[in-house]
């Protein structure tokens, strides 16, 4: 083993010597960039990180260390308890697969939806299109806040050219069913679609018209050149949609709160969290007193239940990005 | 010489085109263009259908609203034309308004900015191999999940966690910024210039945090760029920074104008931002809807106005391979 070692090091020696102290200087570089990057890497993560490692901590403090001056960051009472009660308060198991379920699903029609819009923004010449197009920023613009009411009213009394009515009688009320949100996400007019046309119509537009050429020549028609030339080219851009469309789905209370409001969702729940404490100590159920640093215990105890699996999904679809990484060679 | 060539042939290519697809005898009427034309609108028919069923009746309702004398009552809403009346309240009688409208805009600027570069340079660090890559993408996908939804009003009302974050800080004692900054200030160089660059550096958390969507779509650029392309350069000669900047830089530009215009949109957007903290004050607490959305439609002129100068400004430098 030494042998090997110091043969190479007596080789770097003769090949520096060789090189003029060039290789000697370059691996000085290389290593103090190294360094460099790594110092860099460590703060900023840490910076991130450190809210979350709070959390961390305060969720598994028995509630007397909260209290407890002395204790800064390290609780000296380990306990599972207050974490237990949170996934009980919360109805963890099913909150937890009703977000998946709709998380999931509308993001797919959400995706499916934009990347449609968004190849035919960037691959088609038609009239009108910039003022489309001004549209597509005009809703990525708008907050939906500002819509909620008229939105209200419109899926209060539900009907498309009075069509519903000539079939019921009467509008079609369909609030508190997921219905208009689904019917939303066909339309891209869910959560910050908007970005997902925009992102994905830069992307199209920056892959060669000579791969669609070819393609034509070959004989695709249009249909069969998006999906066999276009769609695998653009996996990184889709993987990162639909990971940003998965993300806001899963923490979003205004949509959820608006059309889903019976569904048990885990955003929904966490933005409840304090008032279900509440409820719970005053039936004299719970073992603490209501006080500040208890719910937001049990706050940061829930964020950090929503927050766990989207970083375990991202851990997942990270390797759809790397993957990509090596097919994506074939440009040009 | 190349693109005179292309362009010399490209109307060739298309006439075998329509042969080999369309037929020759076919369809007569229909020009190659017509029918892309058609096939465009059926791509984009959802968004289509969507902006008319779920976007004009609101915005239209709103716009409505801003230029009229808004009453409640029991029944409803009830609403009568007053002209421009709410907008010229805006600019003229309003304290506020004119104050925070160019607050909220020159600290749009300022922090799109920082965010961009600041986003820009992580990615590119992010994008070479080292160990512990997977980890610390991890890490930073963290901020798209801890700036949206409701997780965000959350965060900033636990003071639990605050009070733990401020134990940490004041335990490590020196800050390094604060000692640069005290030098520069005692020997008297620090101008406006510095205090912006001082006051972004400390600010450098909420800068990571919105950051995360922008690191993830320059990420997904960059990977799009063909390896084969470096290999080139490097063969001929070309050093690292030329690199970033002949091909790395040409190759994200598409969407560093999607991260500029998302970024602008995001700040616009932040829940503590002043102008709508305003807006929904006049509309919660004084009843005044016409106001308030007369003050919503002004704010989001400024930011279209904004969006369409800088985008047409980079959409100059941006490169397509069209």
Known sequence: MSKVKMAKRNDFWQRNRLSDGYLLKKTILNYALKILRFLL????????????????????????????????????????????????????????????????????????????????????????????????????????????????????????????SLINGDTANLRGSAIPYYLMSVGCMGLKNGLYIYLIRQFFRGIPKELEEAAYVDGCGTLSTFFRIMLP?????????????????????????????????????????????GNYLADGKG?????????????????????????????????????????????? | MAKVFKAEKRPKEKKVRTNIIAGPKKDKKKTLAGKKAIQGYLFILPFILGFLFFMVKPLFQSFIMSISEVTVSNEGFSTSLNGFANYSKAFTIDPQFNQILADESWKMVINSLATIVFSMFVALLLNQKFKGRAFVRAVFFLPVILSS??????????????????????????????????????????????????????????????????????????????????????????????????????????????????????????????????????????????????????????????????????????????
């Not at chain 1, 719910?295 to 999904?313: A, D, E, F, K, R």
């Not at chain 2, 909420?206 to 799009?224: K, P, R, V």
Request: glycine share 6%.
């Open chain 1, 41 to 164: 890497m460590f703060g900023l993560c840490f910076l991130i990180l450190q809210p979350i490692l709070n959390k961390i901590s305060v969720s598994i403090m028995a509630t007397k260390d909260i209290f407890d001056s002395t204790i800064n960051v390290v609780p000296r009472n380990f306990s599972t308890e207050n974490i237990r009660l949170a996934v009980y308060l919360m109805d963890y198991p099913s909150a937890l697969t009703n977000s998946l379920l709709i998380s999931l699903s509308i993001s797919l029609v959400q995706l499916i939806s934009c990347t449609l819009v968004g190849y035919g923004f960037a691959r088609f010449n038609f009239p009108f299109k910039k003022f489309l197009f001004a549209c597509v920023i005009l809703v990525i613009v708008i907050p939906p806040q500002t819509i909620s009411t008229s939105l209200y009213l419109h899926f209060r009394y539900f009907d498309i050219f009075g069509i519903v």
């Open chain 2, 149 to 322: 939804g409701v997780i965000v009003g959350l965060d900033s009302n636990n003071s639990l966690v605050q009070g733990m974050a401020n134990a940490i800080e004041s335990s490590s004692s020196a800050s390094v910024t604060s000692v640069i900054e005290n030098i520069l200030s005692t020997t008297k160089m620090a101008g406006g210039f510095l205090e912006t660059i001082f006051d972004i550096v400390n600010k450098v958390y909420d800068i990571a945090i919105a950051s995360g969507i922008q690191i993830i779509i320059f990420l997904s650029a960059l990977q799009t760029i063909p390896k084969s392309m470096y290999e080139a350069a490097e063969i001929e000669g070309c050093t690292k920074w030329e690199m970033l900047w002949k091909i790395t830089m040409p190759m994200i530009s598409s969407m560093f104008l999607v991260n500029w215009i998302y970024t602008i949109i995001d700040f616009f957007m932040k829940s503590d931002n002043q102008m709508l903290t305003k807006i929904k004050q006049e509309m919660v607490v004084s009843m005044d809807y016409g106001f308030s959305s007369a003050m919503a439609w002004i704010y989001f002129g400024v930011v279209m106005v904004f969006i369409g100068i800088s985008s047409l400004l980079i959409s100059r430098v941006v490169y397509y391979y069209e």
């Open chain 1, 233 to 277: 080219d653009a996996k990184p851009i889709l993987t990162s949609c639909f990971l940003f469309s998965f993300v806001w789905q899963w923490t979003d209370n205004f949509y959820s709160g608006m059309f889903l409001g019976k569904t048990k969702l885990l955003s929904t729940e966490l933005e409840s969290l304090a008032d279900t404490l």
């Open chain 1, 287 to 332: 073992t603490q007193q209501v006080s500040v640093g208890y719910v937001q215990q049990i706050n940061s105890i829930g964020t950090l239940l929503v927050v766990t699996p989207l970083i375990l999904l991202y851990l997942i679809a990270q390797r759809g990005f790397v993957e990509s990484l090596s097919q994506t060679g074939i440009k040009m």
